[in-house]
């Protein structure tokens, strides 16, 4: 199965499921609950996990029908067991491991799944607090209000060839990514645009897709309030219906 991230033509929701922070028995009613909502798709991962993603992702696709997406956090995440792989460049970031060292070392076991493979443009954006994402890959954030950076960098992203890019403000972020940034990232490049960190209410998900988010990404705020993935998927059937009468 070929997974295509939306793009313009529609709007999809994102549930990450850190394989750390789940029971066999939360993960049924997570899973029930996304399937009753119609998430797009799971994405499993995280910046440091100790259970087994490929285990998670295993039991998700027993749960649903719903596709499953790595977001490997490092290379120890990597499975052949979900429907598409984020291949992540971390191209705000000048860490050279995170822009290809890593790649090069799973180049030979992705090889074997390539069809699934997505590159998808990783660009760390400010929050107004220190994240784990940002810790963990010793790389700086683009500053919140520096609209052209992050311009410049999604721009570079779609020329080198990545086939989506990833606005993320990190998990459990205080703030999500800037409106005006998405705007102004939207407006520049033609390849999907996801944004995901701190998306923790309903009107900062309805903000994300009302700036041109193609797809958002919701992994704490669902784990505090399990309806918001229901709310988030009512918003984005909205924007749908809107889109499929233009
Ligand atoms: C993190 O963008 C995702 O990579 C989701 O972040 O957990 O804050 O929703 P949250």
Do not use: W
């Not at 050279?96 to 799973?106: F, M, Q, R, S």
């Not at 005006?180 to 701190?198: C, D, N, S, W």
Request: charged content about 20%.
């Amino acid at each position: 199965m070929r997974i295509d991230i939306p793009n313009r033509q529609r709007k999809a929701v994102a549930q990450l499921i850190d394989p750390d922070k789940v029971t066999d028995s939360s993960l049924a009613l997570t899973a029930d609950n996304a399937a009753r909502a119609k998430v797009d798709f799971f994405l499993a991962g995280g910046s440091l996990t100790s259970a087994p993603v490929g285990i998670l992702v295993e039991k998700l696709k027993k749960l649903t029908d719903i596709p499953v997406i790595l977001f490997p956090g490092n290379l120890i995440q990597l499975t052949a067991e979900a429907d598409a792989i984020f291949l992540l460049s971390l191209i705000s970031g000048r860490n050279p491991e995170l822009l290809i060292g890593n790649h090069v070392i799973a180049a030979p076991f992705l090889k074997n799944v390539r069809e699934s493979v997505i590159p998808v443009g990783y660009i760390l954006v400010d929050c107004g607090g220190r994240t784990s994402v940002e810790y963990m890959s010793q790389t700086s954030p683009v500053p919140r209000d520096k609209y052209d950076i992050a311009v410049a960098t999604a721009l570079a992203g779609e020329m080198l060839g990545m086939r989506a890019i990833y606005l993320e403000a990190g998990s459990g972020a205080a703030l999500p990514t800037d409106i005006k940034m998405i705007e102004a990232v939207r407006a520049e490049i033609t390849i999907p645009l996801i944004t995901g960190g701190g998306l923790n209410t309903p009107d900062k998900v309805e903000g994300a897709f009302a700036a041109g988010a193609d797809m958002v990404v919701i992994g704490n705020g669902c784990e505090k309030n399990a309806k918001l993935i229901t709310d988030a998927c009512t918003i984005r059937d909205r924007y749908n219906q809107r889109l499929l009468s233009i």
